[in-house]
């Protein structure tokens, strides 16, 4: 089965400040990978997601970028965080041609002030 | 309307309760439907996936789904305090086959 890494596990940031998450998977290649955000007590809410190298879909306009400079791994990027970034990032994986069901990793919880 | 209806609760029941957790949705197109837990502050875990109509029990767990009403259940038996989290339905299908669409969740405090 998957195993899905993530990290930091928390982060603070201030307003302004860059920011790199990762998302690293283990056990399957060629995943379909998607970055979440989940706002307390919400919803998640669909970022970004890639079918594979270099092929990122955003899902809403917003000031994060997303990137994936190798198979398995997945990146959430931004230049100036803003304060309604804050959130829990959840990256999760799908193993391209099977069921439709997503793996998610432990999450990272972003406070910025 | 969102394309998935899920009661946010919370929903408090003693333990040993039967629990049913529901969705609703819109889109006929949709076949695969799973429901996920989550421990506060932890990523989802998958906990059921169905695909298309039908029944599918593991353990306490069973997962139902009715597509000529689209609507899907996820049944607790025997509740225990550790089930106490949020409960995701979530489903795809047609165009959206890349991606989940998610209900926003039922929040579920099993008392002892």
């Known amino acids: 089965s998957q195993t899905i890494h993530q990290w930091p596990a928390t982060l603070v940031q201030p307003v302004g400040s860059p920011l790199s998450l990762e998302c690293t998977v283990e056990?399957?290649?060629?995943?379909?990978l998607y970055w979440y955000r989940q706002a307390a007590g919400r919803g998640l809410q669909l970022l970004f997601y890639s079918v594979g190298i270099g092929q990122i879909s955003s899902e809403v306009p917003q000031n994060l970028s997303a990137s994936r400079p190798q198979d398995r791994q997945f990146i959430l990027s931004s230049k100036k965080l803003l304060l309604s970034d804050s959130g829990f990032y959840l990256c999760?994986?799908?193993?391209?041609?099977?069921?439709?069901?997503?793996?998610f990793g432990p999450g990272t919880r972003l406070t910025v002030l | 309307q969102k394309e998935v209806e899920q009661d946010p609760g919370p929903l408090s029941v003693p333990e040993g309760a039967i629990v049913s957790l529901n969705c609703t949705y819109s889109?006929?197109?949709?076949?695969?439907f799973m429901w996920y837990r989550q421990y506060s502050r932890k990523g989802p875990e998958l906990l059921m996936y169905t695909y298309s109509s039908g029944n599918k029990e593991d353990g306490r767990f069973t997962a139902q789904v009715d597509k000529s009403s689209k609507y899907i259940s996820l049944f607790i038996r025997d509740s225990q305090p550790s089930d106490s989290a949020t409960y995701l339905c979530?489903?795809?299908?047609?165009?959206?086959?890349?991606?989940?669409?998610f209900g926003s969740g039922t929040r579920l405090l099993v008392r002892p």
């Open positions: 999760a994986s799908r193993t391209a041609g099977a069921s439709d069901t997503q793996y």
């Open positions: 979530a489903m795809s299908g047609g165009d959206s086959s890349y991606k989940l669409i």
């Open positions: 889109n006929s197109a949709f076949q695969y």
């Open positions: 056990g399957t290649s060629n995943p379909n």
